[in-house]
């Protein structure tokens, strides 16, 4: 049994020292797409949470207990992704029904949690690191936590900048980029923190 402490480590460490999209560069474009409102960019947030935390537990049940077992380890892959679409399913059929105006605002990027690099990446991080199934699942909503703290400031940030002066080439999106470098920068300094 993986210590508190050490558990505690990895929930700093994944949510803040190495941010999934800042420090990882790992699920760009929902970052950059969903991240124009914080109410959208919050539900996205609290959707990938829920994705990649399920997705850290049934794909460390499935790694250990049926790919080891078989020795079957290089299906890896292809297991996850089948694992993870199938979770995002469950999730777009959840707030189609339960909340269908985030289901509206999410629009395109929700299925696209499916190819979210940053979801298959905490699988695969979890098995090449060696974690078990609780300290994977630690890891894997601390990342969660880390992306949503990150659409959410960018979010809030883009809505700052609708009331801004930019000159005509830089409006829209090298506006944005260079504040989520900005952000990269400024998540560095947790870097000291472990």
């Known amino acids: 049994m993986d210590?508190?402490?050490?558990?505690?480590?990895?929930?700093?460490?994944?949510?803040?020292?190495?941010?999934?999209?800042?420090?990882?560069?790992?699920?760009?474009?929902?970052?950059?797409?969903?991240?124009?409102?914080?109410k959208t960019a919050a539900g996205m947030g609290m959707a990938v949470i829920f994705v990649i935390t399920l997705a850290s537990a049934v794909a460390g049940v499935i790694y250990q207990f049926v790919l080891v077992a078989l020795g079957i380890e290089y299906l890896q892959t292809i297991v996850f992704i089948l694992v993870i679409a199938?979770?995002?399913?469950?999730?777009?059929?959840?707030?189609?029904?339960?909340?269908?105006?985030?289901?509206?605002?999410?629009?395109?990027?929700?299925?696209?949690?499916?190819?979210?690099?940053?979801?298959?990446?905490?699988?695969?991080?979890?098995?090449?690191?060696?974690?078990?199934?609780v300290t994977g699942i630690v890891n894997g909503f601390a990342t969660a936590v880390g992306f949503t703290i990150s659409i959410v400031i960018l979010a809030g940030l883009r809505e700052k900048m609708e009331h801004n002066d930019f000159p005509e080439y830089f409006k829209g999106m090298p506006a944005v980029l260079l504040t989520a470098g900005l952000m990269a920068i400024a998540f560095c300094g947790f870097s000291g923190l472990l």
Not at 3 to 19: G, H, M, R, W
Not at 105 to 124: D, E, R, S
């Open 3 to 38: 210590s508190v402490k050490e558990l505690l480590i990895i929930l700093i460490s994944s949510s803040l020292v190495s941010n999934v999209v800042l420090s990882q560069f790992l699920g760009l474009c929902p970052f950059l797409g969903v991240s124009k409102k914080i």
């Open 86 to 133: 199938a979770l995002v399913q469950f999730v777009e059929m959840f707030l189609k029904k339960a909340m269908p105006s985030l289901y509206e605002a999410l629009g395109v990027y929700l299925p696209l949690i499916t190819t979210n690099c940053a979801v298959l990446g905490v699988a695969l991080t979890n098995v090449q690191k060696e974690y078990g199934i």
